[in-house]
C-alpha cells in the first residue's frame, strides 16, 4: 500500500526542488534578457516584492516601510482574519510568499501543500529563538499548555508528519507569542482586580447580555467560551483542548441557548472590525487583542484588558 505520509513529504521535497529550479532558470533568464532598442544593450533591473499575507496584529506599516529600507525590496502586506487568510492560502497558494499567522493553522497548511520546509541551517538567527519555542518550557519546571504547542508541530519528521524531535526541518519560524483574554469597557463595567475577580465567566454573565462580543474563529473564540463557560460552572472538560463529542455537543448546547437569548452583540472577523465594536458602542466586553485595546486607549475610550484569575489564553506566531 502507499504510505501516505511519506507521499506527502516526497511532494514537499518536489515542491522544493522544482521552486529551486525555477528560481535558478529565471535569473539565468534574467541576466540574458535585455532591452530591444538601436542603443547598445542594456540589462533590465527589477526590485522584487515580497507577498506577506497575515495578521492586522503583527502586520504593522511601521515594520513594512523599515523592511524595505533595510533590505531595497518591494514588501506587500495582506492582513486579514484567521478565516479568511487560511481559506485563501490553502486555496490559492500562489497569492503569497511568505505566511505569517498562528501555529494552529500549520497542520491545515501542511496538509494541504501549500508550505514547504524550512532549513535551519539558512537562518542566521535560530540559536537565538527561545525555548518556549522549541521545547514548550521557559524553565525545566513548567507545565505544557493545552493544545498544540508550538513544539509539538514545528519539526517536520522523516515520515513527513510533524512532532517534536529535532531534524533541521522546521513547519514554521517561530517568532512572536503573548497571552491573550479580553477586553471590557470601564464607563460600562466596573473595573475588576486583576487575577481575582476578573474572570471568563464575564463573557456569559447574564448582566452583559447583549453587550458582548466575540472573535469569529474556531481555534480561539470557541476556547473564550469554553473557558467562560467552565469557569461560569456550566461544564467540565477533561482536557480542553481535546473535547469529546459529548463535552462538544455540551458545551454549544449551552452556547446555543444564549444565543437564542441574544447574549452575543457580535462576532468580529479582524482587530479593526473589534474596535469598531467597542467604539460604536455595540459591546462593553469581548474578546480582544493587546493592539485592539491599545488603539481603544488611545482615542480615550477606557478599555481595560483582563487578567482572567483563571489564567489566560496563549498564542503563538
Known sequence: MNNPEASTQRTQENISGDRRDFIKKSGVLAGLSVLSSKAPFVFARTTPTLRVMGTHVTLQEEIRQQAMADLGINI???????????????????????YEQWTDSIRQLWQASVIQPIDTERLSYWDEINALSKTGKIAPEANIGLGD???????????????????????????????????????????????????????????????????????????DLALAAESKGLINFNDMSDMTQTEIDGLFSILLDFKKQHH??????????????????RVHLESMFSPAVSALNGDGIPVTYAAPREGYRAWHG
Open 76 to 98: 506587500v502586506f495582506e492582513p486579514g482574519g484567521e478565516a479568511e487568510l487560511i481559506q485563501k492560502a490553502t486555496t490559492q497558494p500562489g497569492s503569497f510568499d511568505i
Open 264 to 281: 452575543f452583540a457580535g462576532f468580529w472577523n479582524s482587530v479593526p472590525q473589534s474596535i469598531d465594536y467597542m467604539r460604536q458602542g
Open 149 to 223: 504547542a508550538p513544539h509539538k508541530i514545528l519539526n517536520i519528521q522523516a515520515d513527513g508528519s510533524l512532532g517534536t524531535q529535532f531534524t533541521g526541518k522546521i513547519s514554521f519560524l517561530p517568532y512572536v507569542h503573548n497571552v491573550d483574554s479580553f477586553g471590557y469597557n470601564t464607563n460600562a463595567i466596573k473595573k475588576g482586580i486583576p487575577y481575582e475577580t476578573e474572570s471568563w465567566s464575564w463573557l456569559l454573565d447574564e448582566q452583559y447580555r447583549g453587550k458582548v462580543g466575540i472573535v469569529n474563529s474556531p481555534t480561539i473564540g470557541i476556547f
